[in-house]
């Protein structure tokens, strides 16, 4: 609030309200500065002339108008004025979503003044309770009904009785929001620690399936004795595994566990994980069957089915190109990572997958983990588990230290020196490249001069077939 004192003489009377008080009184970080005031535009101008910055005027999602100073785009450095709606600040408050948003505080020429609070939300947040406003309130924008859920999960707070069955009341009102918002408030409610439970409040209230239609086909879908679930419940106790294994890691991983962990933080990157543990087997209600001989239930090509539904939910949900890709490749892989497993796998094999997936291989892994542990039927395999757990901790601990750091290197080759060779332009060489690539992986091929070696080998062989 310095940046305000310069000017105060000439400033209006100014309320801080929001999460930004929300959180103050619970001791949290700090967040968005939304300041609300009768003169907005004008006060966020005179701001913006006094320190000499950009104001940027906008509308927010519940179309009411913003203005915007920014100090430091970089670093998300701004204030937010916006005017009162209503008559009165008692009539903004009102307007807002839950009591523990409708807070106010003042601020004047000292500082942070007195606190206003005609909803009792200091009251909820000491009970930790999420309370709407009024019934109104979600009605108006019914996105409120996840940010609601998205509150309990981020402030380990519950949803007070009335608010709970009015959700559940106006949850169909949610197909009427903006996919783009949904996938907003969708994000920062997986990127909580523990979605498990609030998800599992989401799919009792019925709003879970608003958001999802995809879930009605997992439901009562029966699985082969592999799982002790149908398919919606085992993703579900698999989501739950995820947030332990990410809780764990730690404990499971040593040093490597920074790592993990800044692989997970970048970007969207833990939410999207989770989402697509969420709906890994999302492929398999299309594709159950029965084999011929046994009778036994099937899902063959499940993993590729589930990424062609999983990127098409997110291209509902108007999700970015990067987020559709990756959700899409960590279900395709989920079924071939756990085949990369298995002993005879060749390592030159296991590299060409570190290779294509660099990074996302982590995630890969730490999924078909999160797969395996929320199988328990009494014909899944403890061994066969413990086994694919501990190669997964090897596996992950290997790339991060070595693999990693391989191919990060230059090649050894490049295909110039195929064509040098005196092998014409074409598919050919990229073959000879994947050769020698595949001799290197596998530590038959340390030196440049053994690749040439070798590469001079394939091409005399390439030359004489022709």
């Given amino acids: 609030m310095a940046r ?13 309200v929001g999460g930004r008080v929300r959180d103050y ?4 970080p700090g967040g968005d500065l939304d300041l609300t005031c009768t003169t907005a535009e004008e006060t966020a101008r005179k701001l913006a002339a006094f320190w000499d910055v950009p104001l940027v005027g906008f509308r927010k999602t519940n179309r009411q108008s913003c203005f915007r100073v920014v100090f430091d785009a970089d670093r998300d450095d701004f204030m937010d004025f916006t005017p009162l709606q209503g008559e009165t600040l008692e009539e903004d408050l009102a307007r807002r979503d839950f009591t523990i948003n409708a807070l106010a505080m003042e601020i004047g020429p000292d500082g942070p003044g007195r606190i206003l609070d005609p909803f009792g939300g200091r009251q909820d947040l000491a009970a930790k309770l999420v309370r709407m406003t009024s019934k109104q309130v979600l009605a108006d924008d019914p996105l409120r009904i996840l940010r609601g859920f998205r509150f309990c999960a981020q402030l380990d707070f519950r949803l007070e009785a009335d608010t709970r069955r009015t959700m559940q009341d106006q949850a169909g009102l949610l197909q009427t929001s903006a996919p783009e918002r949904i996938s907003h408030e969708l994000f920062k409610l997986f990127e909580a620690p ?15 399936e608003v958001v999802f239609p995809e879930i009605a086909s997992l439901r ?3 699985q082969n004795g592999f799982h002790h679930l149908d398919v919606w419940r085992h993703s579900l106790l698999a989501l739950e595994r995820s947030e332990d294994i990410l809780k764990r890691l730690d404990a499971l991983f040593g040093p490597s566990a920074g790592q993990i ?9 833990t939410a999207l994980f989770k ?19 046994t009778g036994r239930i099937t899902f063959y090509g499940h993993d590729r089915t589930g990424a062609e539904l999983i990127e098409a939910l997110a291209r509902r949900l108007r999700m970015s190109t990067r987020h559709q890709a990756l959700l899409r490749n960590l279900v395709a892989e989920h079924i071939h990572v756990y085949a990369l497993s298995r002993k005879e796998v060749k390592e030159s094999t296991r590299m060409r997958f570190f290779r294509t997936h660099r990074d996302r291989s982590v995630l890969c892994i730490l999924l078909a983990m999160a797969d395996i542990e929320a199988r328990l039927s009494p014909a899944s395999d403890p061994e066969e588990q413990d086994r694919y757990r501990a190669w997964a901790l090897q596996a992950i601990d290997h790339y991060l230290k070595t693999s990693k ?21 074409g598919p050919c060489v990229g073959r000879v490249l994947r050769r020698i690539q595949e001799a290197e992986d596998d530590g038959h091929v340390h030196t440049r001069e053994q690749a040439l070696a070798l590469a001079e080998d394939i091409v005399a062989r390439i030359r004489a077939r022709h």
Avoid: W
């Fill in 4 to 16: 305000l004192a310069p000017l105060q003489d000439r400033l209006p009377r100014l309320y801080l």
């Fill in 275 to 293: 989402i697509a543990v969420l709906f890994h087997d999302l492929g398999k209600p299309k594709t159950r069957g029965l084999h011929p001989q």
């Fill in 405 to 425: 750091i391989y191919l990060e290197k230059r090649p050894l080759l490049s295909g110039q020196d195929i064509l040098n060779l005196g092998l014409g332009p």
């Fill in 194 to 208: 523990e979605t498990y439970p609030i998800l599992r409040q989401m799919d009792r209230s019925k709003v879970l």
């Fill in 25 to 28: 009184l619970l001791g949290r």
């Fill in 261 to 269: 962990r800044e692989i997970l933080n970048r970007g969207r990157n």
């Fill in 220 to 222: 009562h879908c029966e």
